[in-house]
């Protein structure tokens, strides 16, 4: 009897062995790439979504100047439109606007008469010169006046005048 050799036993068995990695490696690259198509289509979709999103809010929205020629953005309330309460004002200030992230929102009936105030919060960081998104809910009772302003304040910790600033919204009721 002849000796058996043990590395030709196991020739077929590595090769066997090496052709079902090689496939499974195959078959893992291929269904990653699938998936990672679907993810690209998928996230083609999200952006396109997003920029007809962008030009909405862009068409909707309204550019103002501050008593000092500061560049605001407020998509709502608009000029002129009837206003309920509560009252969502949103836009963009500079975020230097703001202190701590916060800034004061008045609201005034047509015979000036404070009708509610609260603080608009900005979404980002406030550290910034940036336009910075911010967010302000404000309660009121209903006026006698038809007619009344929003005012947006710059925040002024300092107190000194010549940091001061607003932007007042023709709202009617």
Do not use: C
Request: aromatic share 8%.
């Amino acid at each position: 009897m002849e000796p058996t050799n043990p590395t030709n036993s196991k020739a077929p068995k590595i090769l066997a062995a090496f052709i079902i990695f090689v496939i499974a490696v195959v078959g893992v690259y291929f269904w990653q790439q699938r998936e990672i198509n679907d993810l690209q289509s998928r996230n083609d979709g999200l952006l396109s979504q997003l920029e007809e999103s962008k030009k909405t809010i862009a068409q909707s929205s309204q550019s103002h100047k501050s008593n000092k020629g500061v560049e605001v953005t407020i998509y709502s309330p608009k000029n002129n439109s009837i206003i309920t309460t509560p009252l969502v004002v949103v836009g963009q200030v500079p975020g230097s606007w703001s202190f701590e992230a916060q800034f004061p929102v008045q609201l005034k009936d047509s015979e000036g008469n404070v009708l509610g105030e609260t603080s608009a919060k900005l979404q980002g960081d406030w550290m910034t010169d940036e336009l910075v998104p911010f967010i302000a809910t404000l309660e009121f009772k209903a006026p006698s006046s038809q007619t009344g302003t929003l005012t947006l304040q710059k925040d002024n910790p300092s107190g000194l005048t010549k940091n001061d600033d607003s932007l007042t919204v023709p709202v009617k009721f």
